[in-house]
């Protein structure tokens, strides 16, 4: 039974790219509110904090883990895909539950037939904090496609 309830933490995860917005317009993209955390894929796959986007090109404060942010110039014709990206607190939030729910899996198959379920809230505590501390700026689930060419 717990195997079962072990394996509800993760239908969400595979529901949410069903749940994604598939194509927009180049007009939605110029609608995104100031310091919307976003995604910019062009080459490479780019965090930004949108700051505003004319008719040919997107302008954006580019975010690094340890270093101050870039602002910059990506033209329209270079943009394969603009995606709403979730806030930090969230996406911490979010990759805890995953964590939590990988920690239980690991635990419930781990666990000894002596005592049974002793490790499953030690493991589920591991799993929630490895996911929410150390996969925090590791984006697993997105808000949905913006814009795509």
Request: glycine letters at 8%.
């Amino acid at each position: 039974m717990l195997r079962y309830f072990a394996l509800l933490f993760f239908i969400p995860v595979l529901a949410c790219p069903a749940m994604a917005k598939s194509k927009g317009d180049w007009s939605d993209v110029r609608q995104i509110d100031l310091d919307q955390m976003i995604s910019v894929r062009t080459r490479e796959r780019l965090r930004c904090e949108f700051f505003y986007a004319t008719d040919d090109k997107l302008v954006c404060n580019q975010v690094h883990a340890f270093a101050p942010t870039e602002r910059l110039e990506i033209y329209r014709k270079d943009i394969r895909e603009v995606r709403l990206e979730l806030t930090e607190p969230t996406n911490m939030q979010v990759n805890g539950w995953i964590g939590a729910g990988a920690g239980l899996l690991v635990g419930v198959a781990t666990q000894s037939r002596d005592r049974p379920g002793a490790l499953d809230p030690i493991m589920v505590a591991v799993g929630a904090c490895v996911g929410a501390v150390g996969l925090h700026s590791v984006h697993i689930v997105h808000r949905g496609v913006v814009y795509r060419r």
